[in-house]
Every structure is written in C-alpha cells, then in structure tokens.
C-alpha cells in the first residue's frame, strides 16, 4: 500500500479517536448538588401522629467500615444536628431532654467505607515511551528483567450521614425499634454550610413524618 | 475508554485487510455520524441526539456496482434527568439520573451502486453482525449497568459524490438505522436513525 493511502488511513483512524475520545462521563456533569442522593426508608407500621416528643444525640457516631471508632462534634455535626433539630420541630414534634423520656430519639451518623484494589502492571518497563531505555545506562540493546510481579494498591474512601430516628415509646423485648432512616451520599456531604438543605430535602421527601 | 480502543483496533484490522486483498478495487469509508434514539429507547431511556459518533468501512468492489465488506462505528448517547423521587423496595431515592450508552457495532457489509461512474453515485446498504454495548444508569454518581455483545442491523442509503468523473475518493452522504437489541429493566433495544457525511478514499498501490 502507498504512503499516501497509509497516510488516509491515519488520519481516518486518528478522526476517530477524536470523535470517539469525546465520551461524557455523566459524573463530570455533575454539580456537587446534583452529584448527591437522598435516601429515606420507614416502617409502614409506624403511626407518627403517635409521637410528641423527641431527643437527638449531643455527638456524632463515626462508623468506618462496620466499626464504630469515635463519638466526635465538629462545626459539620453541629450543624447536621442542628439542621435535623430544626426540621422535627416544623413538623410539631417537641425537644426534650434525653432523661426525661422522650418518644423519639434521633442518632446521627459519620459513615465512612473504604475499598481496595489493585492494579497490575506487567512488564510496563518495556514501554521505553514511559521508561529508561536501557541505553541510558549504557546498555544499548539490553531489557529489563524484574524477578518480581509490578502491582499498585489503591483505596477509596466514600463518606455519608446517616440519621436514624428509633421509637422509644414503647419500647419492648429489649429492643428499640427504628421508624425512619435517612443517608445521604455523594460529593461536598460534609458541609456545615449545605448541612441544612440536604437534611431539608430528607425531610421533605418524607411528609409522613409529623406528629400530626 | 476500553470500548473506544476496541473500535479503532477493529479499523486497524480492516486496514490490514487490504493488504492481502486486491487493492485497486478496495475503498476506505470514514464518516461523521449523528444519531437519534426512536421507540423503547427514546421513551424509556435517552432521548437526546448523539452527536459523538462516527463510522467507517473497507469495502471490496466486486463490480462496479456491488461492494461488500466490514464496518464498525461508535456512538455515544446521553441525557441527564432533573432531580425526582424514584419508590423502590428499598425506600425512597431523591436522585439526578444520568444515562450513558455507546455503541460499536461489528458488521459484515455489503453495497449496491446504483449509477457507478456518474456524478451523483446513490447507494443502499445493509451490514449485519455484533454490536459492543456499555450502558450505564447513575443515580447522582452512583452507577449501575451492564456490558454486553448482541446483535446488530443496519440498513442505509445515501450518495457518493467523487472527486473526478471516474474517480473512487470523494464525498458521502447518507442516512440509516440501527438495529439493536438489548435488554435492561424496562428497555428492550438500543435503535437509532442517523445521518452522516464523511470521505472515501482508495487503497491501492
């Protein structure tokens, strides 16, 4: 084949890649309002209208992979904490103090979850685009050669709230039953600044919880 | 990104191909392609227009009307949904829901030239084979999907306007629609119409 049609050829497939390279990655279109999900779950047998009272916790449980590791009150806490206060209270339940037995109490969450890989590379010293050739060293002709498997370990860390109302009226066979849960995941969750929208938008999802 | 380098290593390979064939009678075919979402897809998943796509061809010319031969292409569909509730077992999800597929399509090919040698050279086509399919649903930047390999169909028409009186290079212009099945909750295919305009080119000696 003639230089000329090699040379179609390359620009034909150097076209392609272009228009192929220009794949949206969905998550990059994502503001980091946008990039958050609000989840909320109840018990249907639960009769909010049947609970007045309520009680949230002074700190916050921060939970790393299943584990509870520290009870911590950061300006982020406090202001989940404040913001889930609030939101009860417009929906007529009434704070009180842990000890005087409130109906509701409310647990607020740091959770965090680690996962681990790993990528193999194998060989990648003979790509000498991205590796000392050989004749840097004064070796013209040599490869490399590694007794060993080249490997790289990774972790990602995923960060959500969650907030878990449990009735404490009526409470029996030594359990404590929980009515309501809210997580919310995504980016920039831990803010003390957009800590009241996103406990607003958990709340707001869930009109039957109101004790009226 | 692994799809996008299956693609052009399938272009690479049909490069190859013309080497061992007889090449006077081989064409390239490389066109940009936009593509429209009809029916299932449309109304259970994306119905934005793609305008990433392209796709391309070698063809063996029997005669100077019929051609047959290999083609591939890619396209990338997306849309992104306003924040809704979505119910499910699980509970209740407040999400922005994004969608996005790309096609590849492997198929054997074949033409028919209508009026070979004229200044105007209308076409028909069909290609039959594969199709590579990544299709993706986020719940903000949660993902959930699947990749698989199914069918694919593709008839089309167009022109081809050469360079010179004679002459195998010069422009095309055409329309077709995309065959492919696929299923994924709700949605039972990934079918498109599309048009696209690009070059043809000889590989010879």
Redesign the interface.
């Known amino acids: 084949?003639?230089k000329r049609?090699w040379s179609?050829?390359m620009m034909?497939?150097f076209?392609?890649?272009a228009?192929?390279?220009?794949?949206?990655?969905?998550?990059e279109?994502?503001t980091q309002e946008?990039?958050?999900?609000?989840?909320?779950?109840?018990d249907e047998n639960a009769n909010f209208a049947n609970y007045k009272t309520f009680s949230v916790v002074d700190s916050v449980a921060v939970i790393e992979d299943g584990r509870l590791t520290a009870r911590e009150v950061t300006n982020v806490d406090l202001a989940f904490i404040a913001a889930v206060r609030t939101q009860l209270q417009q929906r007529g339940f009434t704070e009180v103090a842990r000890d005087a037995n409130p109906d509701l109490g409310v647990n607020v969450n740091r959770v965090y979850n680690t996962s681990t890989g790993i990528i193999g590379y194998p060989n990648y010293w003979d790509l000498y685009g991205g590796f000392w050739d050989p004749f840097y060293w004064g070796y013209p002709g040599f490869g490399y050669s590694f007794p060993f498997y080249s490997y790289g370990v990774y972790n990602i860390t995923e960060g959500a709230i969650s907030i878990d109302i449990v009735a404490l009226k009526g409470a029996t066979d030594n359990k404590l039953q929980g009515v309501w849960t809210g997580l919310i995941?995504?980016?920039g969750v831990f803010s003390a600044q957009t800590a009241g929208s996103q406990v607003e938008?958990l709340f707001a999802?869930?009109p039957y919880l109101q004790t009226q | 990104m692994k799809?996008?380098i299956t693609?052009?290593l399938f272009?690479?390979l049909l490069?190859t191909v013309?080497?061992q064939a007889q090449?006077d009678r081989l064409t390239?075919n490389?066109n940009?392609s936009v593509n429209t979402p009809i029916g299932n897809f449309k109304e259970e998943s994306v119905n934005n227009t793609s305008w990433?796509?392209?796709n391309?061809s070698i063809m063996y010319h029997i005669n100077p009307k019929i051609s047959v031969g290999f083609g591939t292409g890619?396209n990338?569909f997306?849309q992104?949904y306003p924040?809704a509730?979505y119910s499910s077992p699980?509970?209740?999800?407040?999400?922005?829901r994004?969608?996005?597929a790309?096609t590849i399509p492997l198929l054997v090919k074949g033409r028919y030239n209508f009026a070979p040698g004229a200044g105007l050279q209308p076409f028909v086509g069909l290609g039959v084979g594969g199709n590579i399919i990544t299709y993706?649903e986020?719940?903000?930047?949660?993902?959930n999907g699947e990749s698989s390999f199914g069918f694919a169909a593709q008839p089309e028409a167009g022109i081809f306007v050469p360079f010179r009186k004679e002459g195998s290079a010069g422009f095309t212009l055409g329309a077709n629609f995309s065959y492919m099945p696929f299923d994924y909750g709700s949605l039972n295919n990934l079918n498109n119409w599309g048009v696209f305009a690009g070059f043809k080119?000889?590989?010879?000696?």
């Open positions: 084949m003639k049609s179609f050829v034909a497939l076209g392609a890649m228009i192929g390279g220009c794949t949206k990655d969905p998550t279109e994502l946008e990039s958050r999900i609000y989840i909320t779950n109840r995941r995504g980016q938008a999802q869930s | 799809v996008q693609s052009l272009v690479a490069g013309a080497v090449q390239m490389i940009y990433r796509g392209f391309a890619f990338d997306y992104k924040r509730l699980e509970g209740d999800i407040s999400a922005v994004s969608i996005s790309q993706d986020y719940l903000g930047v949660i993902a080119f000889p590989l010879r000696d």
